[in-house]
């Protein structure tokens, strides 16, 4: 299947500073990547839509002040923990979809990335 | 409101016991319904994707089935290292965007 990578897999920071994490499609092109949140033994939530070349869009209740995403090209996509607190700490996932018939496409997950706010 | 619940939250098998996962969703105009497999600190893996009701598909020791409320996870003769989390999604309309289920924790003994 297709790789998405995901980085860095784990993030330790102080409460009040930002973190960026990457997420790269690196065999094929996405013009659509997702940001995903997930709470110990629970399900994805989903955060954002991120698309190449324009504003991402966000779910309800997901702040887009504090969740920065940027989607600069067709393999690359990056989420923005701006003033982290301890209360952000989760594990995010990205994910991207390959060309489908009628934007069918599989999704292809990252491996995650554990984020700890001190 | 489109919805997608995974039944039963938790299974725990004997090595070798056969079961059914299921997934039953309430959307209109399914695009498509994805399984995948997630292990503990690592990210979702893609199994199936199903577009029809009827359609069925194999892989190793799972085959998926769908039909037009629900779809099941059939595995055969489990192993242990068949024990993980397996999530359900669903593509619904013309949205873009894929709603996931709760998942079904499965834990195989030896």
């Known amino acids: 299947g297709a790789v998405v990578s995901q980085h860095p897999s784990r993030v330790i920071c102080k409460s009040g500073t930002s973190v960026k994490i990457e997420c790269r499609s690196l065999d094929f092109q996405a013009t659509t990547m997702f940001w995903y949140r997930q709470f110990p033994k629970k399900s994805l939530m989903l955060m954002a839509t991120?698309?190449?070349?324009?504003?991402?869009?966000?779910e309800q209740g997901v702040e887009k002040d504090k969740f920065l995403i940027n989607h600069a090209s067709l393999t690359l996509s990056t989420l923005t923990v701006t003033s982290a607190h301890p209360e952000d700490s989760s594990f995010y996932i990205c994910s991207a979809r390959t060309s489908g018939q009628g934007n069918t496409g599989e999704l292809f997950f990252g491996e995650g990335s554990r984020l700890t706010v001190l | 409101e489109d919805q997608v619940t995974q039944s039963p939250e938790a299974l725990r098998l004997q090595e070798g016991e056969s079961s059914s996962l299921n997934c039953s969703y309430t959307?209109?105009?399914?695009?498509?319904l994805f399984w995948y497999r997630q292990d503990p600190g690592k990210g979702p893996e893609f199994l199936f994707t199903l577009y029809s009701a009827g359609e069925e598909k194999e892989k190793e020791r799972l085959k998926a089935t769908l039909t037009k409320k629900e779809s099941f996870l059939h595995i055969t003769a489990p192993k242990p290292e068949d024990s993980a989390t397996y999530l359900c999604?669903?593509?619904?309309?013309?949205?873009?965007?894929?709603?996931f289920g709760s998942g079904t924790r499965l834990s195989i003994r030896p």
């Open positions: 959307v209109s105009g399914l695009r498509g």
């Open positions: 999604a669903v593509q619904y309309s013309s949205a873009s965007k894929i709603i």
């Open positions: 991120s698309n190449e070349g324009s504003k991402a869009t966000y």
